[in-house]
């Protein structure tokens, strides 16, 4: 496992959002933000480069302009990103022994200097065995921008108050808009104003060219042919057309290539938010190098010409790697002290808890017997408060319906109601005035709840006309 490689991942700051740069005619601006580790492109914007300085290359002004686009659009927060074309960078194969990444970088620095006959501080570079190195001479991949060009890059960024996080070479950022599986093809990148052809191996990029204006297919067959004629130990799988390419060019250079021509096709590649600017979804492919290139810094791709800045230790490595073996000592003893300490007052807080368990074991069993005790009293005294309250002192019923019933009435029967605390109240009247006047008096009475005269009716008694009634009487 690679310790450092992993340590740098972890030091590496997290950016939520991802603001990517291609400029190639026009500028293209393509927003990525990465919701739960899957990347969205949430806004794109297309400007044109004002004439003069199309004309006039990168330089000072140019930063400026970046940064007035970024501020137009509002983009003050993430990770900016920009991708360099073929006329600005240049790929070098270098042969290198195995080495480790900081040994490599410093090698392939010297290498470069005397390949591109130069002073080492006057490019920026990004240095990548192509293949897993093994004992002997490697072949690398060095890709090498100008010291200007990375002047601009910086200027824009300090100027926007963003982090220059990377710089990519535009066909291998392009090339993260495939489809995945794809190791040795060569790519035909179709800008506003020139085309780039680029052969990659073991999906890195190891040679471009770029050809400003209109080339005839033959022509542009041949130059294909002649990148196959260089690479004749590598079999390329394809050829990938990208931008905004005629729609006939596909045919017309698979008639004239025995090679499969393909067009890419980046909507199928990475996630896209609604509200997308119209004008620009129509044009999506020529933003393939703009959203590459914010998946280079996401995925962590190498031959970034730019990369963030990392905090190094200073200290020696036997240095670092004494202290931290003094202070893991250190606090595995402060660990096992705290251990004892913890242990020997758990086992005194557990005895004085026994003691009190066995002082308290009589007084628990007192508890328990007066507590069934009071259980069973109360039971009772329940029973007879229920028992109470259903009794009915009919010594006091027949007081109060003889004090109620007026001249004309008589009781016939008294009796309790299968309701608890009714009474049902049966008798006769000489006429059904009286027995209405008895239920009003019976409800008016003091110690009446509830009265409710259930059955009024006449019969025929010893040759008489009566009026029998049946009152239901709660009382208090």
């Not at 489809?179 to 990148?189: Q, T």
């Amino acid at each position: 496992m690679n310790y450092k490689k992993l340590l740098a991942i972890l030091m590496q700051k997290k950016y939520k959002q991802i603001i990517a740069i291609d400029i190639s005619g026009s500028v293209k601006t393509a927003v990525i933000k990465c919701r739960e580790g899957k990347p969205v492109v949430t806004a794109l914007y297309l400007d044109e480069l004002p004439p003069e300085l199309a004309e006039s290359g990168f330089n000072t002004t140019t930063a400026g302009f970046i940064c007035g686009l970024l501020k137009k659009y509002g983009l003050n927060s993430g990770a900016l990103v920009f991708t360099v074309g073929a006329a600005n960078s240049a790929l070098l194969t270098l042969q290198l022994p195995k080495m480790s990444e900081g040994e490599l970088y410093e090698a392939a620095r010297w290498e470069l200097a005397q390949e591109l006959g130069s002073e080492p501080d006057s490019f920026y570079y990004a240095t990548a065995y192509l293949q897993k190195p093994q004992e002997g001479l490697n072949k690398t991949i060095s890709a090498v921008m100008p010291q200007h060009i990375a002047d601009v890059f910086a200027g824009a960024a300090e100027q926007a108050g963003l982090t220059l996080c990377g710089v990519y070479l535009r066909p291998q950022a392009v090339q993260q808009t495939f489809v995945k599986g794809c190791r040795n093809f060569l790519l035909l990148d179709v800008s506003d104003s020139s085309i780039t052809l680029s052969a990659f191996i073991n999906a890195m990029p190891v040679a471009q060219r770029e050809f400003n204006g209109e080339l005839d297919i033959e022509t542009l067959a041949a130059e294909i042919e002649a990148v196959q004629f260089a690479n004749t130990d590598i079999e390329f799988e394809r050829l990938i057309i990208n931008g905004e390419a005629d729609k006939n060019l596909q045919a017309a250079l698979q008639e004239q290539l025995n090679l499969t021509v393909t067009v890419n096709d980046i909507a199928h590649s990475i996630g896209f938010a609604e509200g997308l600017d119209a004008a620009c979804v129509k044009q999506l492919n020529k933003f393939a190098a703009a959203i590459g290139a914010a998946l280079c810094f996401a995925n962590g791709e190498a031959l970034n010409l730019m990369p963030p800045k990392q905090n190094t230790l200073s200290l020696p490595k036997w240095q670092v790697y004494r202290a931290a073996a003094v202070g893991l000592a250190v606090c595995c003893l402060a660990l096992w002290g705290l251990q004892l300490v913890q242990l020997y007052k758990m086992q005194s807080e557990v005895k004085a808890v026994q003691q009190q368990i066995a002082a308290m074991g009589e007084w628990q069993e007192r508890y328990d017997e007066a507590a069934l005790q009071n259980a069973q009293i109360n039971k009772r005294l329940k029973l007879a408060e229920r028992l109470k309250t259903n009794e009915i002192n009919w010594n006091a019923v027949l007081a109060d319906i003889s004090g109620t019933m007026p001249n004309g009435c008589w009781l016939e029967k008294a009796e309790a109601s299968s309701k608890a605390g009714q009474i049902k109240i049966s008798g006769s009247a000489v006429n059904m005035d009286k027995a209405v006047d008895f239920a009003d008096r019976l409800a008016k009475h003091k110690n009446s709840a509830h009265t409710e005269l259930t059955e009024l009716k006449t019969v025929q008694a010893e040759g008489r006309t009566l009026a029998a009634f049946s009152v239901l009487w709660e009382r208090r």
